[in-house]
Structures are given as C-alpha cells and as structure tokens.
C-alpha cells in the first residue's frame, strides 16, 4: 500500500483493482432531529465552512472538466451527517470539547442574525453549557469522532 494524502490509504486488492480508499480522519456534522429541512441544509454548509481555514490538509486539488474549465477545489473525504435530539447533541458537544477536536457550533439564535459579527456575539453570549445547539461540526481521528457521535444515527 501506499499513501496518497495524509490519512488515507490506497493500493490493490488480489484481483488487481483499486482497494476502497479509508481515511484516518473523519469529518463530521451532527444536526438536531427537530430541524427543517432548510435549517439543515444551512447548518451543515455553515458548519463545515471553516474546516479548511484551521484543517488545510482535508481540503483536495482542484478540479477540471475535460474542456479545461477550472473548479474549486472540495473536501478530499466524504462529509458524514448524523441527527440527534436536542439532549445528545449537547452530550456529543460536551465529548469533542474535552477531546479539544477540532469543532464548530451552530446555535438557534444564529436563525435570527444575518451576519458573521452578530452570529460570533450570540455564541460568545451564553457558556459552552448552555449553548441552545442546533448543529456541530467534528474533525479528527476517525476513533474520537466515533466516540463523540456515539449514539447519535445517520441522518436519513
């Protein structure tokens, strides 16, 4: 086997063909069950938003298409989605905080304000511990996101 990029694995099984690529790392985002589906779909993109900036190795090459048109490039590993109530996201935020991962909030006052400075200013208001989470986002070592998803399901 050899490596491709950091965290991943690729190499040939015994018929010859590429072996499934595993990642050491894992990107997560937990949303809360309750949610609609725009809310959700506006969590996670603002979740993962900051991944490359503090993580830069999940981030891949840029793409092309065959005419030569460029694209951004993209995360280089699936982004895995999970729900939870209201209580185990606060539980799961609780397990990546003490396991000091990588981790992005997302909180139900940020519906109401419209921009980066406001969205900061309603997170730093309220302690970790009463955080009213809507969404998070989790990177690290595929084990210890395990263990801070534990009992939270993929989302359908």
């Known amino acids: 086997m050899n490596e491709t990029d950091a965290g991943t694995r690729t190499g040939a099984d015994v018929d ?3 072996a499934p690529v595993r990642f050491d790392t894992k990107i997560a985002v937990v949303l809360r069950d309750d949610l609609e589906t725009w809310q959700r779909l506006n969590v996670t993109a603002f979740l993962v938003s900051g991944l ?6 999940v981030i891949g090459e840029p793409y092309a298409d065959a005419d030569g048109t460029a694209y ?3 995360f280089r590993q699936p982004v895995l989605v999970f729900q939870a109530t209201k209580e185990h996201l606060t539980v799961a935020h609780g397990r990546a905080v003490s396991r000091a991962l990588p981790t992005a909030v997302f909180t139900s006052d940020l519906f109401g304000t419209g921009n980066d400075r406001d969205n900061r200013a309603a997170v730093r208001a ?5 955080l009213d989470l809507v969404g998070m986002a989790v990177y690290g ?7 801070v998803l534990k009992g939270a399901r993929m989302h359908p």
């Open 16 to 18: 010859g063909a590429p």
């Open 126 to 130: 309220v302690g970790a511990a009463r």
């Open 72 to 74: 951004l490039p993209m």
């Open 141 to 147: 070592p595929r084990n210890a996101v395990d263990k």
């Open 52 to 57: 490359g900036a503090v993580a830069p190795e």
